[in-house]
Protein backbone atom coordinates (compact mmCIF):
# COMPACT_ATOMS: atom_id res chain seq x y z
CA UNK A 1 0.00 0.00 0.00
CA UNK A 2 1.13 3.52 -1.06
CA UNK A 3 2.16 5.46 2.28
CA UNK A 4 4.00 8.36 1.13
CA UNK A 5 3.40 11.36 2.72
CA UNK A 6 0.97 12.63 -0.10
CA UNK A 7 -0.45 9.71 -0.18
CA UNK A 8 -1.79 9.55 3.36
CA UNK A 9 -3.12 13.20 3.74
CA UNK A 10 -5.36 11.85 0.03
CA UNK A 11 -6.42 9.38 2.32
CA UNK A 12 -7.50 11.21 4.84
CA UNK A 13 -9.21 13.64 3.28
CA UNK A 14 -10.88 11.27 1.28
CA UNK A 15 -12.14 10.07 4.51
CA UNK A 16 -13.44 13.00 5.97
CA UNK A 17 -15.81 13.45 3.10
CA UNK A 18 -17.38 10.35 3.17
CA UNK A 19 -17.36 11.09 6.77
CA UNK A 20 -19.37 13.95 5.99
CA UNK A 21 -16.57 15.85 8.46
CA UNK A 22 -15.91 17.86 5.33
CA UNK A 23 -19.49 19.09 3.52
CA UNK A 24 -19.39 19.80 -0.04
CA UNK A 25 -18.25 23.66 -0.83
CA UNK A 26 -15.66 23.56 2.61
CA UNK A 27 -12.45 25.39 2.31
CA UNK A 28 -8.96 23.23 2.30
CA UNK A 29 -6.33 25.73 3.78
CA UNK A 30 -2.80 24.80 2.42
CA UNK A 31 -1.12 26.07 5.76
CA UNK A 32 -4.32 24.35 8.14
CA UNK A 33 -3.09 20.99 6.32
CA UNK A 34 0.38 21.12 6.40
CA UNK A 35 0.22 22.04 10.18
CA UNK A 36 -1.55 18.84 10.57
CA UNK A 37 -0.10 16.43 9.10
CA UNK A 38 3.28 17.68 10.02
CA UNK A 39 4.41 18.43 6.31
CA UNK A 40 5.47 21.00 3.80
CA UNK A 41 2.70 23.18 1.78
CA UNK A 42 4.35 21.39 -1.06
CA UNK A 43 3.71 18.05 0.05
CA UNK A 44 0.11 19.28 0.82
CA UNK A 45 -0.39 21.01 -2.32
CA UNK A 46 0.64 17.81 -4.44
CA UNK A 47 -2.15 16.07 -2.40
CA UNK A 48 -4.53 18.81 -3.27
CA UNK A 49 -3.63 18.27 -6.93
CA UNK A 50 -4.21 14.65 -6.81
CA UNK A 51 -7.81 14.65 -4.81
CA UNK A 52 -8.44 17.24 -7.93
CA UNK A 53 -7.60 14.71 -10.35
CA UNK A 54 -10.41 12.64 -8.99
CA UNK A 55 -12.97 15.23 -9.18
CA UNK A 56 -13.63 15.45 -5.25
CA UNK A 57 -12.07 19.01 -5.21
CA UNK A 58 -12.16 21.99 -7.01
CA UNK A 59 -8.89 24.29 -7.47
CA UNK A 60 -9.91 27.85 -7.66
CA UNK A 61 -7.40 31.04 -8.99
CA UNK A 62 -7.30 33.09 -6.43
CA UNK A 63 -9.44 31.32 -3.47
CA UNK A 64 -8.00 28.17 -3.01
CA UNK A 65 -9.48 24.02 -2.86
CA UNK A 66 -12.59 23.21 -1.97
CA UNK A 67 -14.36 20.07 -1.04
CA UNK A 68 -16.66 19.46 -4.83
CA UNK A 69 -20.25 20.29 -4.83
CA UNK A 70 -22.01 17.83 -7.41
CA UNK A 71 -25.63 18.52 -7.76
CA UNK A 72 -28.11 15.66 -8.36
CA UNK A 73 -28.39 16.89 -11.85
CA UNK A 74 -25.80 16.52 -12.80
CA UNK A 75 -25.73 13.03 -12.08
CA UNK A 76 -28.69 12.74 -13.85
CA UNK A 77 -27.29 13.88 -16.71
CA UNK A 78 -23.84 11.99 -16.88
CA UNK A 79 -25.88 8.58 -16.31
CA UNK A 80 -28.28 9.76 -19.16
CA UNK A 81 -25.35 10.40 -21.48
CA UNK A 82 -23.56 6.73 -20.00
CA UNK A 83 -26.76 5.28 -20.86
CA UNK A 84 -26.84 5.72 -24.65
CA UNK A 85 -22.73 4.80 -24.39
CA UNK A 86 -22.97 2.11 -23.01
CA UNK A 87 -25.93 0.36 -24.30
CA UNK A 88 -24.21 0.52 -27.77
CA UNK A 89 -21.20 -0.41 -26.17
CA UNK A 90 -22.48 -3.49 -25.16
CA UNK A 91 -24.00 -4.54 -27.87
CA UNK A 92 -20.72 -4.26 -29.90
CA UNK A 93 -19.23 -6.02 -27.34
CA UNK A 94 -20.84 -9.22 -27.53
CA UNK A 95 -20.68 -8.66 -31.42
CA UNK A 96 -16.87 -8.57 -31.00
CA UNK A 97 -16.93 -11.48 -28.02
CA UNK A 98 -13.69 -12.96 -27.30
CA UNK A 99 -12.96 -15.91 -24.78
CA UNK A 100 -10.05 -13.38 -23.47
CA UNK A 101 -12.76 -10.76 -22.83
CA UNK A 102 -14.39 -12.47 -20.44
CA UNK A 103 -11.48 -13.68 -18.62
CA UNK A 104 -10.41 -10.03 -18.36
CA UNK A 105 -14.13 -9.15 -16.98
CA UNK A 106 -13.92 -11.75 -14.44
CA UNK A 107 -10.82 -11.15 -13.38
CA UNK A 108 -11.79 -7.57 -12.61
CA UNK A 109 -14.72 -9.03 -10.94
CA UNK A 110 -12.21 -10.71 -8.53
CA UNK A 111 -10.79 -7.14 -7.66
CA UNK A 112 -13.89 -6.04 -7.08
CA UNK A 113 -15.07 -8.44 -4.67
CA UNK A 114 -12.06 -7.80 -2.98
CA UNK A 115 -12.41 -4.55 -2.87
CA UNK A 116 -15.25 -4.74 -1.12
CA UNK A 117 -13.82 -6.71 1.76
CA UNK A 118 -11.38 -3.36 2.35
CA UNK A 119 -11.71 -0.38 4.09
CA UNK A 120 -11.03 1.81 1.02
CA UNK A 121 -14.11 3.91 0.00
CA UNK A 122 -12.23 5.50 -3.08
CA UNK A 123 -10.69 2.47 -4.28
CA UNK A 124 -13.85 0.24 -4.37
CA UNK A 125 -15.72 3.74 -6.08
CA UNK A 126 -12.97 3.44 -8.92
CA UNK A 127 -12.73 -0.06 -9.19
CA UNK A 128 -16.78 -0.57 -9.94
CA UNK A 129 -16.04 2.53 -12.69
CA UNK A 130 -13.51 0.70 -14.08
CA UNK A 131 -15.50 -2.41 -15.19
CA UNK A 132 -17.37 0.10 -17.57
CA UNK A 133 -13.93 1.31 -19.05
CA UNK A 134 -12.68 -2.38 -19.23
CA UNK A 135 -15.74 -3.33 -21.06
CA UNK A 136 -14.39 -0.33 -23.58
CA UNK A 137 -10.69 -1.14 -23.90
CA UNK A 138 -11.66 -4.84 -24.77
CA UNK A 139 -13.38 -3.94 -27.75
CA UNK A 140 -10.82 -1.74 -28.67
CA UNK A 141 -12.24 1.67 -28.30
CA UNK A 142 -9.62 3.86 -26.63
CA UNK A 143 -11.75 7.37 -26.96
CA UNK A 144 -15.37 6.13 -25.28
CA UNK A 145 -13.11 4.53 -22.67
CA UNK A 146 -11.68 8.26 -22.35
CA UNK A 147 -15.31 9.57 -22.61
CA UNK A 148 -16.31 7.09 -19.68
CA UNK A 149 -13.53 7.54 -17.62
CA UNK A 150 -14.27 11.36 -17.56
CA UNK A 151 -18.04 11.11 -17.43
CA UNK A 152 -17.52 8.75 -14.54
CA UNK A 153 -14.74 10.92 -12.76
CA UNK A 154 -17.11 13.74 -12.63
CA UNK A 155 -19.48 12.11 -10.26
CA UNK A 156 -16.64 10.60 -8.13
CA UNK A 157 -17.75 12.68 -4.71
CA UNK A 158 -21.10 11.66 -5.09
CA UNK A 159 -20.01 7.84 -6.27
CA UNK A 160 -18.39 7.78 -2.87
CA UNK A 161 -21.76 7.95 -1.01
CA UNK A 162 -22.84 4.34 -2.13
CA UNK A 163 -23.21 2.32 0.88
CA UNK A 164 -21.31 -0.62 1.00
CA UNK A 165 -24.57 -2.87 0.12
CA UNK A 166 -25.30 -0.86 -3.01
CA UNK A 167 -21.52 -1.18 -3.93
CA UNK A 168 -22.23 -4.97 -3.53
CA UNK A 169 -25.00 -4.87 -5.33
CA UNK A 170 -23.64 -3.15 -8.19
CA UNK A 171 -20.93 -6.25 -8.12
CA UNK A 172 -23.85 -8.85 -8.85
CA UNK A 173 -24.89 -6.48 -11.48
CA UNK A 174 -21.52 -6.99 -13.18
CA UNK A 175 -21.34 -10.70 -12.62
CA UNK A 176 -25.00 -10.87 -14.45
CA UNK A 177 -23.99 -8.91 -17.21
CA UNK A 178 -20.73 -11.01 -17.60
CA UNK A 179 -22.76 -13.92 -17.95
CA UNK A 180 -24.99 -12.72 -20.68
CA UNK A 181 -22.44 -11.15 -22.32
CA UNK A 182 -20.54 -14.71 -21.94
CA UNK A 183 -24.11 -16.21 -23.82
CA UNK A 184 -23.67 -13.81 -26.69
CA UNK A 185 -27.03 -12.67 -25.39
CA UNK A 186 -27.24 -9.29 -26.87
CA UNK A 187 -30.82 -8.41 -26.18
CA UNK A 188 -30.41 -9.14 -22.83
CA UNK A 189 -26.82 -7.97 -21.58
CA UNK A 190 -28.23 -4.38 -22.71
CA UNK A 191 -30.89 -4.67 -20.15
CA UNK A 192 -29.10 -5.83 -17.93
CA UNK A 193 -26.75 -2.71 -18.49
CA UNK A 194 -29.05 -0.43 -18.88
CA UNK A 195 -31.30 -1.72 -15.67
CA UNK A 196 -27.49 -1.51 -14.18
CA UNK A 197 -26.91 2.21 -14.68
CA UNK A 198 -30.61 2.54 -13.33
CA UNK A 199 -30.00 1.15 -10.24
CA UNK A 200 -26.75 2.64 -9.61
CA UNK A 201 -28.18 6.68 -10.61
CA UNK A 202 -31.56 5.61 -7.89
CA UNK A 203 -28.96 4.78 -5.08
CA UNK A 204 -26.93 8.09 -5.77
CA UNK A 205 -30.36 10.40 -6.26
CA UNK A 206 -31.54 9.14 -3.02
CA UNK A 207 -27.91 9.82 -1.24
CA UNK A 208 -28.20 13.30 -2.36
CA UNK A 209 -31.76 13.83 -2.04
CA UNK A 210 -33.61 16.72 0.16
CA UNK A 211 -34.98 13.93 2.54
CA UNK A 212 -31.56 12.49 3.22
CA UNK A 213 -29.83 14.06 6.66
CA UNK A 214 -27.95 17.20 6.07
CA UNK A 215 -24.32 16.62 6.96
CA UNK A 216 -22.82 18.76 9.30
CA UNK A 217 -21.46 22.28 8.30
CA UNK A 218 -17.86 21.92 7.22
CA UNK A 219 -15.59 21.98 10.53
CA UNK A 220 -13.55 24.52 12.02
CA UNK A 221 -11.69 22.36 13.54
CA UNK A 222 -10.85 19.79 11.19
CA UNK A 223 -7.65 18.60 10.28
Known amino acids: MDQTPTSIIVAAITQAIVDHRLAP ?7 KLADH ?3 SRTLVRQA ?3 LSQKRLITMEPSRGAFVA ?44 RAALQGHDPTGRNEMLGDFHVVMANLIGD ?27 HSVDEHEELVQALESRDAEKATALMAAHLDH ?7 QTSDTRPNPPAPAATWP
Open 37 to 39: FGV
Open 142 to 168: KVLAEVLGDLISRCALVNLMQSSDDAG
Open 25 to 31: GAKLGEQ
Open 200 to 206: VLASLSM
Open 48 to 50: LFR
Open 69 to 112: SPSPQEAQQVFALRRVLELEMTRKFVAQLKPQHIKALRQHLKLE
